[in-house]
């Protein structure tokens, strides 16, 4: 079911809330499975915020204790254009030597902003550093990176909800979908 945000505007749902619940709980069940050892989360802000709270909580379920951490990192500005340029608006803050990372960030597009997490945190002495993200827009890559765990293959559509955002906006959505223009 779609929903109606403004006149002439709706969301149409592409990843519904339910599914989006079950396909966690099988991939945290996933990463669960891989051995992973004095294991820390950082989740990339703004856009991952939600899909992490759901994902560490899975991961719990899943019989994992990981700890958590943040890491802000920006390459959009308002608009649904990519500046290109990955710049850190907040660093985290534990001690990364000989852990494993599991990076989780919304969506994989170009994968610049995966890879300089990547690195960053390779650089500062990690042991293994694994990535999650919900979304996985293979169309778009320009760094060389693919994500170890992927929720969904997503089609190449601006999408929104679910903590991702256009213009600041439909973060609070408990789906992902993307904004429809109706027209009259
Ligand atoms: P990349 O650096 O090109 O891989 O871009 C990844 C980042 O761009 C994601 O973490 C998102 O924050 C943002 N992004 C890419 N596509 C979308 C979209 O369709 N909706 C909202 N944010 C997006
Ligand atoms: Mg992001």
Same mark, same amino acid.
């Given at each position: 079911?779609?929903?109606?945000?403004?006149?002439?505007?709706?969301i149409e749902v592409i990843y519904s809330a339910a599914l989006i619940?079950?396909?966690?709980?099988?991939?945290?069940?996933?990463?669960?499975?891989?051995?992973?050892?004095?294991?820390?989360?950082?989740?990339? @802000?703004?856009?991952?915020?939600?899909?992490?709270?759901?994902? =560490?909580? %899975?991961?719990? /379920? *899943?019989?994992?204790? !990981?700890? &958590?951490?943040?890491?802000?990192?920006?390459?959009?500005?308002?608009?649904?254009?990519?500046?290109?340029?990955?710049?850190?608006?907040?660093?985290?803050?534990?001690?990364?030597?000989?852990?494993?990372?599991?990076?989780?960030?919304?969506?994989?597009?170009?994968?610049?902003?995966?890879?300089?997490?990547?690195?960053?945190?390779?650089?500062?002495?990690?042991?293994?550093?694994?990535?999650?993200? @919900?979304?996985?827009?293979?169309?778009?890559?320009?760094?060389? =990176?693919? %994500?170890?765990? /992927? *929720?969904?293959?997503? !089609?190449? &559509?601006?999408?929104?909800?679910?903590?991702?955002?256009?213009?600041?906006?439909?973060?609070?959505?408990p789906f992902v979908g993307r904004v429809v223009q109706d027209d009259?």
């Open positions: 079911m779609d929903v109606k945000k403004d006149q002439g505007e709706r619940r079950e396909r966690i709980d099988r991939l945290a069940q996933e990463i669960a499975s891989r051995d992973m050892r004095n294991l820390l989360v950082i989740s990339i @802000l703004k856009g991952s915020f939600i899909f992490a709270a759901d994902l =560490i909580r %899975a991961l719990h /379920v *899943a019989g994992l204790s !990981p700890q &958590v951490d943040f890491m802000t990192l920006s390459s959009y500005g308002a608009g649904e254009k990519s500046s290109g340029q990955v710049t850190v608006a907040r660093d985290f803050d534990l001690d990364v030597t000989d852990r494993d990372v599991l990076l989780v960030d919304d969506i994989l597009e170009s994968g610049r902003t995966l890879a300089f997490a990547r690195e960053t945190i390779s650089g500062r002495g990690a042991d293994r550093v694994f990535s999650c993200v @919900l979304l996985d827009k293979r169309g778009h890559r320009v760094a060389e =990176i693919d %994500a170890d765990f /992927v *929720a969904f293959d997503c !089609p190449d &559509v601006f999408v929104v909800g679910y903590g991702m955002d256009a213009g600041y906006r439909f973060r609070e959505l009259g």
